[in-house]
T-cell receptor
Framework: ETGVTQSPTHLIKTRGQQVTLRCSSQSGHNTVSWYQQALGQGPQFIFQYYREEENGRGNFPPRFSGLQFPNYSSELNVNALELDDSALYLC???????????????FGPGTRLTVL | KQEVTQIPAALSVPEGENLVLNCSFTDSAIYNLQWFRQDPGKGLTSLLLIQSSQREQTSGRLNASLDKSSGRSTLYIAASQPGDSATYLCAVMNHNTDKLIFGTGTRLQVFP
C-alpha cells in the first residue's frame, strides 16, 4: 500500500506567476483535501475533492483552483502568485464523504512554495 | 465558527519526563479529533484519532483523551525521548464536513 505522495518537493516562483502542485492519493482513497500551512501556523483548509467534484472550500480566493482525476490523483493550481502564498502546501487523502471512521485523513510530505 | 487553541505553544523538557499537551475547541459539535506530529519542514504524521463517541485512544507511549462537552483534549506522552521532539498539532472535524480545523501546535523539545 503506497502512501500519499506530492510533487515537487520545493518550488520557487516569482510574483504574478502560476503554479501547479500535484498529489497522489493513498491507494483506495477517493477524497483529497488541500491545506496551506504558513510558517508557524496550523494548516488552513483550501478545498476538498470527492470523486472529481469539489466538495467544500475554505476561505481562499478563486485564483486557487483544483482538479481531481479519475485515478483520484489531484492538482492544486494557483494563479497570479502573491508573496503571501509562500507556504507549505499539504494534501491529504481519505476514504468516503460524511460520517464514519474512514474520514481519517492521511497527509503527504508537502510542497514548499516560495514566492519572490 | 470553530476555533482550536493549543497550550503551551512551546515546551522544553528533559528526557524521561511525562508530559501533557492541551487542545481546546469552541464548538463541541465535532465528529472526531486527531493528533498529528510534524517534524520541521515535513508533512503531518497521524498519531491518534478519537471519534466523538470515544473518551480516549492509546498508542504505545501516547494517550489522547477527549472531553467533548468541555471542548478539551489532552495528549499524554509517557517517558519522553529526544526523538519525540517535534511540533504536535491537534485538529477537529466538525459534523457534516470533511475539513480539519487545526490549532497552531505545540513545539516540543526533549533534551538528553
Amino acid at each position: 500500500e503506497t502512501g500519499v505522495t506530492q510533487s515537487p518537493t520545493h518550488l520557487i516562483k516569482t510574483r504574478g506567476q502560476q503554479v501547479t502542485l500535484r498529489c497522489s492519493s493513498q491507494s483506495g482513497h477517493n477524497t483529497v483535501s488541500w491545506y496551506q500551512q504558513a510558517l508557524g501556523q496550523g494548516p488552513q483548509f483550501i478545498f476538498q475533492y470527492y470523486r472529481e467534484e469539489e466538495n467544500g472550500r475554505g476561505n481562499f480566493p478563486p485564483r486557487f483552483s483544483g482538479l481531481q482525476f479519475p485515478n483520484y490523483s489531484s492538482e492544486l493550481n494557483v494563479n497570479a502568485l502573491e508573496l503571501d502564498d509562500s507556504a507549505l502546501y499539504l494534501c491529504a487523502s481519505s476514504l468516503g464523504v460524511g460520517k464514519g471512521s474512514y474520514n481519517e485523513q492521511f497527509f503527504g510530505p508537502g510542497t514548499r512554495l516560495t514566492v519572490l | 465558527k470553530q476555533e482550536v487553541t493549543q497550550i503551551p505553544a512551546a515546551l522544553s523538557v528533559p528526557e524521561g519526563e511525562n508530559l501533557v499537551l492541551n487542545c481546546s475547541f469552541t464548538d463541541s459539535a465535532i465528529y472526531n479529533l486527531q493528533w498529528f506530529r510534524q517534524d520541521p519542514g515535513k508533512g503531518l504524521t497521524s498519531l491518534l484519532l478519537i471519534q466523538s463517541s470515544q473518551r480516549e485512544q492509546t498508542s504505545g507511549r501516547l494517550n489522547a483523551s477527549l472531553d467533548k462537552s468541555s471542548g478539551r483534549s489532552t495528549l499524554y506522552i509517557a517517558a519522553s525521548q529526544p526523538g519525540d521532539s517535534a511540533t504536535y498539532l491537534c485538529a477537529v472535524m466538525n459534523h457534516n464536513t470533511d475539513k480539519l480545523i487545526f490549532g497552531t501546535g505545540t513545539r516540543l523539545q526533549v533534551f538528553p
